[in-house]
């Protein structure tokens, strides 16, 4: 059979379409009839890409990636043939990223990913997830006695602003240091002078080791500031998936949902409630539900979510602060006149809840803690009462000791994380009832140096603490021991 005489070259079909709008950020283009949404598109004659967001049978929509300047009206738009993913590895930690994958630090050393993550994957199904059982320990004495969290869960952090809800997230980061939890923290549309504080003091923490900053500022683009939680969770799922823990932190959602809404009012979307789409549910909704504890044939990982979002007075029956509320396993409420009463962290223990709860306590943290929400919230009530009463029963005023205690023993400094003994060993001494005769003075004596002082005179009784992580009557016994000891030597009582 005679050969032809011309050879044929393969190539590549490709759609491609024609840029007809541009407005904020936002590019309509007619062509393009085969698209899915989050397919990735490419401006010709630039080094822009662009993310489909919405179509209909005359024209695509997509946001620009990046920068608008370059793209002009009847420049050709080329499809590629893949969703909107992120080439992910060991060398993102420690580094500074945007909501496109480009490093933003001053690190020179590329950015090299050895496996693609989708940035709008499906979250894992039933079958693939186990039940929550091991405690996530934040560092913050409040929140992992009276509102646990487990590896896996998902608990919203809510407040009016400035009140410290990013320092609790911050708190949780810097207490993951030695335990192996990758942390991912998502700065979406506050400003830039904010976030180099935070990166300084996770810098300070030494905490940047095993944490990876995705930025998307307030001068970033509308496109970025959407995309930062959803890439954030990409990277988080890398290390969920290879069998690891990991703690993604989203500060804040409120911003993220304004950016939304700016962006489907470009789209001329119909408004709903305040303005927002009809989707903004799901806007969230399948981003928390990528949360979660994975079985052991999927490698055992889990990623756990810290979304933070803001409230306007306290007020959280707003339209996106009610739907977080519901859509999450708990939430802890940052009250501002506590912060302004000086109770650090500012959490309200009335409004705060964890759905997951005691279950995932050791035995030890779960006995100390049994009563201490009953016993705060008892003595919140008798200082109301304290307004229209003078005169107090004995009765009641050893409860106003107690609940004074209680309430010094709960105030922490930002970025100090304190362990699960010390927990254990600070309210098994407020449960036994020998603080309450303690002076101020005295009980910052006493929790600045019996830590130490067990460990140098009870070795073997810390030693079984930490085995067992159970309050046994040896250990009990040693326990109470000590506290004589200490009281005598450090003349206190």
């Known amino acids: 059979m005679q050969k032809p005489a011309f050879n044929l070259e393969a190539f590549e079909i490709k759609e491609v379409g024609v840029v007809r709008e541009i407005k904020g950020g936002i590019v309509k283009i007619h062509g393009l009839p085969n698209c899915i949404y989050g397919q990735l598109i490419e401006f010709s004659g630039t080094d822009r890409k662009g993310l489909v967001i919405d179509f209909n049978d005359k024209e695509v929509m997509a946001f620009i990636l990046g920068d608008e300047k370059d793209i002009i009206l009847g420049s050709m738009v080329v499809s590629r043939n893949e969703v909107f993913s992120l080439s992910v590895g060991e060398s993102f930690l420690g580094r500074i990223i945007s909501a496109i994958g480009e490093p933003l630090d001053d690190v020179h050393k590329p950015l090299e990913g050895d496996t693609l993550c989708p940035v709008f994957r499906r979250a894992p199904g039933m079958l693939d997830r186990v039940p929550i059982f091991e405690q996530f320990f934040t560092g913050s004495k409040i929140l992992d006695l009276t509102i646990p969290i487990g590896k896996g869960q998902r608990e919203l952090i809510i407040g009016d602003r400035q009140s410290g809800k990013s320092t609790i997230a911050l708190d949780a980061i810097i207490n993951q240091k030695g335990k192996g939890v990758v942390c991912v923290y998502c700065w979406c549309g506050g400003p830039y002078a904010s976030l180099t504080k935070v990166i300084r003091t996770l810098q300070e923490a030494g905490a940047m080791d095993y944490t990876i900053v995705v930025a998307a500022s307030a001068s970033a683009s509308a496109g970025e500031q959407y995309l930062a939680p959803y890439v954030a969770a990409a990277v988080g799922e890398y290390f969920m998936y290879s069998g690891r823990h990991s703690l993604v932190v989203m500060d804040d959602l409120t911003k993220h949902a304004w950016m939304y809404r700016e962006l489907s009012l470009l789209l001329e979307r119909s408004p709903g409630r305040e303005a927002y789409p009809g989707d903004i549910f799901y806007l969230h909704s399948q981003l928390m539900e990528r949360a979660g504890l994975l079985n052991e044939e999927n490698g055992g990982g889990s990623m756990t979510f810290l979304p933070?979002?803001?409230?306007?007075?306290?007020?959280?029956?707003?339209?996106?602060?009610?739907?977080?509320?519901?859509?999450?396993?708990?939430?802890?409420?940052?009250?501002?006149?506590?912060?302004?009463?000086?109770?650090?962290?500012?959490?309200?223990?009335?409004?705060?809840?964890?759905?997951?709860?005691?279950?995932?306590?050791?035995?030890?943290?779960?006995?100390?803690?049994?009563?201490?929400?009953?016993?705060?919230?008892?003595?919140?009530?008798?200082?109301?009462?304290?307004?229209?009463?003078?005169?107090?029963?004995?009765?009641?005023?050893?409860?106003?000791?107690?609940?004074?205690?209680?309430?010094?023993?709960?105030?922490?400094?930002?970025?100090?994380?304190?362990?699960?003994?010390?927990?254990?060993?600070?309210?098994?001494?407020?449960?036994?009832n020998i603080l309450e005769i303690l002076s101020a003075d005295g009980l910052n004596v006493f929790c600045e140096n019996i830590m130490s002082y067990l460990k140098k005179s009870r070795l073997e009784v810390m030693k079984d603490l930490s085995e067992k992580k159970e309050l046994t009557a040896d250990i009990k016994e040693g326990l109470d021991r000590t506290f004589v000891d200490f009281f005598r030597e450090k003349k206190i009582v």
């Open 308 to 432: 933070i979002v803001e409230t306007l007075q306290g007020d959280i029956t707003g339209y996106v602060q009610s739907n977080l509320v519901s859509m999450t396993d708990g939430q802890i409420y940052i009250s501002t006149s506590l912060f302004h009463e000086g109770f650090k962290p500012a959490v309200d223990l009335g409004l705060s809840v964890s759905r997951i709860g005691s279950k995932v306590q050791s035995k030890a943290l779960r006995e100390v803690a049994s009563t201490l929400r009953l016993d705060y919230a008892q003595y919140k009530e008798l200082v109301r009462l304290m307004r229209v009463r003078t005169k107090l029963s004995t009765e009641i005023s050893e409860k106003m000791r107690r609940g004074a205690t209680l309430t010094h023993l709960f105030v922490q400094e930002a970025h100090k994380p304190v362990d699960e003994l010390t927990m254990i060993v600070f309210f098994y001494a407020f449960q036994r």
